[in-house]
């Protein structure tokens, strides 16, 4: 039976299913669809991904119905504000009206080369059927000029669209940045348990869901304009009857489908789920494999990744058992079905034909020729319904892909309004908390209470005062507070009652900024007031003098490069690091992280401290994994250049280079200061 199928069948059959050329060019709109029928029915019910390679292209997706509403209004929210943006300030390919005009003229003109080769395949069996060599000729010279203008024109609906999509990136990635560095939310977001995965939402989601706002144009308007004008077309050529029919047809198709499709939303949650615990069962064996060898737990580790994958499998298998009763309906509706549908409407079109072709050849010709047009009008329309279709998805990918971008402005606003416990010295009016002091010359605490965001008092009423070279030592057991006072102090935790005053260079702005949290006293302008070495220092990315100049670059120094270097190398040699510029040399850039040991960390902390010689500096358990003997070295380069050091610790041989003590005792509240005696 399949020997027999006519051509034009041939057409809508492959029109039903729409193999494309590749998934990218469906995403843009330049080539054909990639689904036919029974699949634009089975993208109501969200797919799974498959395995974390090719995660769901938004992981709320499947939440998206359950938001409803309030994940279109996201959406919409988020349009709004990234046209807004454009407004403001262009961004650098152009305004987006250009090219939003630009794309749908584009559209309009694809449209109508699509209809123009539709005329040339039916003429090409016209001029076959006579015989008609010159014509053909010329027809092939036509039919290779539409073909280049066809091609300039998918390519420049590609580039337009790119474009877009990535001015767009742009200008939600800058508003995204602008917001996520303002007031250390950057910090702050870290612990907000439902927002996790913030790296991914601003890299990784933004991407994608710029694309696809910018697929969204062409594939929204090429479809409709395509069903108009086809359905136009058939109409011209078979009147109300034949375009009713195939309007039936497409109806009747849908509905059936819709009634008969499995609900497999949850399923394909649960594939993800189980796909994602698959995934991480390998991931967590590849970072813990040391330990696991340690403990010779392979055999442990192997029978629980077989659990994980054979519940994997076994779901996999009640889905597909689910389908396939689907999936024979499917395949008759959307694969076999069409051929007949063809040859219904080709015969309404024969009836209708007003002249008698049986004795006359070139009317022969002209009927074929426009039967032959008919088909791929038929095709034509399929696809564009088609299309359609398969836009309510797009709209719901992109209202999950809104609503995860959408809690991230909500959250980082959040996050700012936590700095109201921020004050200057003219606008604290008494209110608890943070006070950023030109004139003081010591940190104090006045009656403060140091407690963490849960609400949990580690210090009760605390006051005390940490005037220049007056260095204090920091104890207490482990979780009673000690670092949590150093978060306090640099403004990462709020406080509900009593203050601390921090010195504070001459503020030129009422907005709170890291250049001024970290700002030159009075005392002088050329050193910072408040510095941190923790026990893990930070190592940015860059090269070895990156890592001593942090935060500031190469730039910031004001120095020439080679008095900056010859400066740098005598603070390595008094960290006994000398030996990491004679090894790598200074414009190395490696993963000093774990290029490095945590000692070796440690010392270049030191290090870093040294070159910035600030006024005051919390070193919280920096040097515990270094020898005792350097470590006296380091607190004795600290004491030189002034910098009064308030040291957390737990090795009682610093005791001789700080002047008093705060032991916080129990995490409870209670603390006591006093004097250290020799």
């Keep these: 039976d399949d020997i027999t199928r006519s051509t034009d069948s041939k057409l809508v059959y492959e029109a ?47 939440e998206v119905k359950a938001k409803g509403k309030h994940s279109m209004s996201d959406m919409f929210k988020l349009v709004s504000q990234l046209l807004a943006s454009g407004k403001k300030k262009l961004s650098w390919q152009g305004s987006d009206a250009v090219h939003l005009s630009a794309l749908a003229a584009c559209v309009v003109l694809r449209t109508a080369i699509s209809d ?54 742009q200008r939600l990635t800058d508003l995204l940045l602008d917001r996520y560095f303002k007031k250390d939310t950057y910090y702050r977001s870290v612990h907000i348990q439902h927002l996790r995965d913030v790296d991914q939402r601003i890299t990784r989601d933004v991407e994608r869901w710029c694309d696809d706002l910018a697929a969204l144009v062409p594939c929204a ?88 994958f054979a519940a994997l499998k076994n779901h996999v298998l009640g889905t597909l058992s689910k389908r396939f009763n689907h999936d024979i309906y ?46 791929t009008v038929i095709a034509q329309t399929f696809s564009s319904f088609g299309d359609i279709l398969g836009l309510h998805q797009r709209y719901t990918e992109l209202a999950g892909g809104a609503t995860r971008i959408s809690e991230v402005f909500k959250e980082m606003k959040k996050c700012r309004k936590v700095d109201n416990f921020i004050h200057y010295d003219d ?123 942090y935060p500031h670059s190469p730039d910031d120094a004001g120095t020439a490069d080679e008095s900056l270097d010859a400066q740098l190398e005598d603070l390595l040699d008094k960290v006994h690091l000398k030996y990491l510029v004679e090894r790598w040399g200074w414009d190395s850039v490696e993963d000093w992280e774990n290029v490095l040991s945590l000692g070796e960390q440690q010392r270049l902390g030191m290090a870093r401290l040294f070159y910035h010689k600030p ?37 009682s041989g610093l005791l001789e280079y700080h002047d008093e003590e705060l032991k916080l005792k129990d995490g409870a509240g209670s603390w006591e200061h006093f004097a250290i005696r020799y």
């Design 116 to 169: 123009r080769i539709a005329n040339l395949n039916g003429q090409t069996v016209f001029f076959v059927i006579n015989q008609d060599r010159s014509g053909f000729y010329k027809l092939m010279i036509t039919s290779a000029m539409q073909s280049i203008s066809n091609s300039v024109i998918a390519s420049s609906l590609k580039y337009l669209t790119d474009h877009l999509a990535l001015g767009w990136r």
């Design 16 to 62: 039903m299913i729409k193999k494309s050329k590749s998934k990218k060019l469906s995403k843009h709109g330049t080539g054909q669809s990639t689904q036919h029928l029974g699949a634009l029915i089975n993208e109501h019910k969200v797919k799974a991904p498959k395995g974390m390679s090719s995660a769901s292209l938004y992981d709320d997706s499947l």
């Design 221 to 308: 308007i090429k479809p409709v304009l395509d069903a108009a004008w086809f359905s136009w077309r058939c109409y011209k050529l078979t009147g109300k009857k034949g375009v009713a029919f195939l309007y039936f047809y497409m109806a009747f198709g849908y509905t059936t489908l819709k009634a008969i499709s499995p609900d497999l939303a949850m399923a394909s949650r649960g594939e993800h789920d189980l796909e994602s615990a698959f995934r991480q069962s390998h991931i967590a064996l590849r970072e813990r494999a040391e330990s696991v060898a340690f403990f010779g737990g392979g055999q442990r580790e192997k029978y629980n990744i077989h659990q994980r």
């Design 615 to 651: 006024h005051w500096c919390f070193l919280d358990e920096c040097t515990n994994a270094v020898s005792a003997d350097v470590e006296e070295e380091l607190y004795k380069f600290a004491r030189d250049p002034g910098i009064t050091m308030l040291t957390i610790t737990q090795r």
């Design 330 to 375: 499917e395949n008759f509706l959307t694969n076999h079905m069409p051929h007949n549908i063809t040859w219904i409407v080709s015969m309404i079109f024969s009836l209708q034909y007003p002249i008698d072709i049986r004795k006359d050849v070139i009317e022969q010709a002209a009927m074929v020729k426009d039967m032959r047009y008919l088909a």
């Design 427 to 549: 606008d604290s009016r008494g209110k608890p908390g943070l006070i950023y002091s030109q004139g003081s010359n010591a940190i104090e605490f006045d009656d403060a209470n140091v407690e963490t965001p849960s609400g949990s008092i580690l210090a009760q009423n605390l006051s005390l005062s940490v005037p220049l070279d007056k260095n204090l030592l920091i104890s207490g057991p482990n979780a009673s507070g000690k670092t949590s006072l150093v978060r306090c102090v640099a403004g990462l935790w709020p406080m509900t009652k009593g203050h601390v005053r921090v010195p504070h260079l001459d503020h030129r702005s009422k907005q709170l900024e890291d250049s001024q949290i970290w700002g030159v006293t009075e005392l002088d302008h050329r050193r910072p007031a408040l510095f941190v070495v923790t026990q893990k220092p930070y190592t940015t990315l860059g090269s070895l003098r990156a890592q001593i100049l």
